[in-house]
């Protein structure tokens, strides 16, 4: 693999070689082994047009547990502010010879474009609300630790679907691993054509307690709703759409909740949720950080040595 822009990216065979080595690097952590010389004279580049906490710390910190040189370049800090324009950033990058540039922009389809400029190898870490593919392999994954398969199992996303990058890249890899998915949250916030990714709309609170073995919250994205006001309040919203100890309640016994970050506590969930024991919220952190070596590691021709490193 050169590139990782989609999930569509991924075979099945390639998201089990993943999962298990994941689940190694995962072992190899908690046992306290934080350095491996897998990249070492390897370099990643993390290339953030906008905010991220998660995705680029895991990034950053996955490069450097692997021993590769990891550079971070912020747009705000950059000579973007100045007028260049993303190829051009990006051609200046590549005369540095990096080996990985991890890109999120607010573009849809910016990966696609810079990868034609450019020899380094490509990871989406966003692309506009078009697809979010490590953020889907590590929610896959995730949810494997704890059922072992997802062959039939019924996950419903919930919140800003039409927004958002990570409902388009777990609905496609989740079905791809034999889930049936679907959607719930406000009119104006869903996808017009569901069918479309494949998903199903629900239409209530009830439909989804009843259906669901899983549940994927999404935090509501102001910055791409164009300042259109689409529903009356946060509280409003709350009250309706979040997920409270009233709802945990009419959840099955074993529906777990899952979060992409960062979520906003007493909107899309409260206290309740989040120190639930349904919460697989902070296993995704640090399901993400294992996930990210391996993909790293995959895109520098180095997972062999990698297995060899990590048992």
Do not use: W
């Not at 590139?3 to 190899?28: N, T």
């Not at 719930?184 to 239409?203: E, I």
């Not at 640090?286 to 048992?311: D, N, P």
């Amino acid at each position: 693999m050169k590139h990782l822009i989609s999930i569509e990216d991924v075979s099945k065979e390639q998201f089990q070689e993943v999962y298990k080595l994941s689940q190694q690097v995962k072992k190899a952590l908690k046992e306290d082994r934080k350095k491996f010389s897998v990249l070492r004279g390897k370099c990643v580049v993390n290339l953030f047009f906008e905010p991220s906490t998660r995705t680029r710390s895991s990034f950053e910190k996955a490069g450097k547990f692997l021993s590769a040189d990891v550079i971070n370049i912020s747009a705000s800090v950059s000579s973007v502010k100045k007028g260049e324009s993303l190829i051009d950033t990006l051609k200046n990058l590549d005369m540095m010879h990096p080996d990985v540039i991890v890109l999120r922009h607010p573009c849809e389809g910016a990966p696609y474009t810079v990868k034609n400029h450019i020899n380094a190898s490509v990871v989406n870490a966003g692309d506009g609300r078009r697809e979010h593919p490590t953020q889907a392999l590590l929610d896959a994954i995730t949810l494997l630790e704890r059922f072992g398969t997802l062959e039939g199992k019924k996950i419903t996303i919930m919140g800003d679907i039409v927004n958002s990058r990570v409902a388009r890249s777990d609905a496609l890899l989740f079905r791809k691993l034999g889930a049936e998915v679907f959607i719930y949250g406000p009119s104006p916030m869903m996808p017009r054509f569901p069918q479309a990714l494949g998903v199903k709309k629900l239409n209530s609170f009830e439909e989804v307690a009843e259906l669901s073995d899983v549940i994927i919250l999404l935090r509501i994205q102001l910055e791409r709703q164009n300042a259109k006001k689409v529903f009356p309040s946060l509280r409003e919203y709350a009250e309706l759409f979040g997920v409270n100890r009233k709802r945990l309640g009419m959840l099955k016994p074993e529906t777990v909740i899952l979060h992409p970050g960062p979520f906003n506590r007493g909107v899309e969930l409260n206290n309740d949720v989040v120190t639930s024991e349904r919460s697989l919220i902070f296993n995704q952190v640090e399901t993400g950080l294992a996930v990210r070596m391996v993909v790293l590691s995959l895109l520098c021709g180095r997972l062999e040595k990698l297995k060899e490193e990590i048992h």
